[in-house]
């Protein structure tokens, strides 16, 4: 009777899986904040992408760790940059797997910031400069689009960022190529795990100038519909479980999917609580999980893809 009548069910179908990946050689290190999760040189991730696609997940999200910063952050549209390099590993060896591109700066910027730095900004004096990032931006989403990517995700909440993106893939005749955009994205203390396991914390200020308040909830609906006025293929809110409302929200205005990311403060929460015996794991990340599906999410951006398409695997088979 249960089974006949629940209204909400996890799928496999519905994650996307992240994935950091390093600059090197031989590069096969534990997060220590996110356990069971790695930093991967492109030579040690076969056997990750072997499990990934066997257990059926069918995305995954990229992040690069460079080798050199600079002030721009150029490494991003290098077309021998990492990221490069591993979407054409990836669609070479996993031609079905889906290659989507996390599109921003922070991790390739010496300051850390999620784009260029100028002057005369209202809070530190020196702020990023919204505008001069767009052109940088796109320039990165087109060497992505020319490795082969199936689709490009722009993370840094700067204004404007879906039409450049759209308008220079267009250009250059990558018309088809999807775009989810981090509509709204919280300056949120979950994202601290990242930080570490992506070398991204900003070295000085905050992101408090480009990414929304926790408090905000209409300015979330007004972030989302510059996106889907700008032509973005899939909405995004981030982080996902103390922002369940406003996927509410964006499910109910838009006809665009609507993808969250579950993101790695709020794993590491769940998988510390596990591992001192508090709380039983499984459950409480199916339970997480499914929330964040009845909220509204028909995409779920989770470091938990793996673990929860054994469950969900286990569950059928029974
Ligand atoms: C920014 C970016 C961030 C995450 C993904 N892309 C965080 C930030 O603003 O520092 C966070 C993801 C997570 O916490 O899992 N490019």
Partial sequence: MRRLVRETKLSVDDFIYPLFIEEGKDIET??????????????????ELDEVTTLGIPAVL????PKNKDSKGQETWDDEGIIQKTIRFIKKDYPNLMVISDVC?????????CGIISGGGIISGEDVDNDKTLTNISKQA????????????????????????????????F??????????????AFYGPFRDAADSAPSFGDRNTYQMDPANRREGMHKAKFDSDEGADIL?????????????????EFDQPIACYNV??????IKAAEKQGWIDGPRVMMESLLSMKRAGADIIITYFAKDAARLLHNKTSQ
């Fill in 264 to 269: 790695s403060g709020e794993y590491a929460m």
């Fill in 62 to 65: 990229l992040f690069g760790i």
């Fill in 142 to 173: 087109l060497s992505h689009a020319r490795a082969g990517v199936d689709m490009v995700a722009p993370s840094g909440m700067m204004d404007g960022t879906i039409a450049s993106v759209r308008a220079a893939l267009d250009g250059e005749g």
């Fill in 105 to 113: 700066f922070c991790e390739y910027t010496d300051h850390g910031h």
């Fill in 175 to 188: 018309s088809d190529l999807p775009v989810m955009a981090y509509s709204v994205k919280y300056a949120s």
């Fill in 30 to 47: 534990e997060i220590s904040s996110m356990p069971g999760i790695k930093r991967f040189s492109l030579d040690k991730l076969s056997p």
């Fill in 236 to 252: 995004m809110v981030k982080p996902a479980l103390s922002y369940l409302d406003i996927i509410s929200d964006l499910k109910a």
